[in-house]
């Protein structure tokens, strides 16, 4: 079996009169994330995880944020799905997922076993193979001034040896 690490980042403004997305669940707050897509900075940073596991560039590369594209609005639940069907055209399956995002406000504690719910139906893996982590930066940089939520994943990809 052969086993490849991929890192991910990614960070998006918060403003005023947008949903806020997080790990592919909407969570009631008073600002969201603004992006071309539902801007869910947790799924974009898995997604660059994965595709960096594979050598295969990164989620702008294959999503490419043009106004009035197909992936204008799009639910990264979408793009997440891509990515695997991406990666498994090389033979790549997950193996793992470690993510830590890193917000002041909402507390995202008690949305977590519903983010990794969410993401292991999307992935079609075991709840158990995805670890999400919150954190705040203690009221220190644009998170901790509230301007925006940033999100760090890891990702194991696995193939099996062909003889």
Known sequence: MKTRIGFGFDV???????????????????????GHSDADVLIHAICDAILGAANMRDIGYHFPPKKGNEYENIDSKILLRKTLDIV?????????????????????NPHIPQMQQTL?????IDPDDISIKATTTEHLGFTGRE???SAYAVALLEKKETQ
């Not at 998006?12 to 994330?33: C, F, K, N, S, Y």
């Open 12 to 34: 998006h403004q918060l403003v005023a009169e947008r949903p806020l997305w997080l790990g592919g669940i909407q969570i009631d707050h008073t600002l969201g994330l603004l």
């Open 147 to 149: 301007e925006g939520i």
């Open 88 to 108: 498994g055209e090389k033979g790549y399956t997950i193996g793992n997922i470690d993510c830590t995002v890193c917000a002041e406000r909402p507390k995202l």
């Open 120 to 124: 292991a139906e999307v992935m079609s």
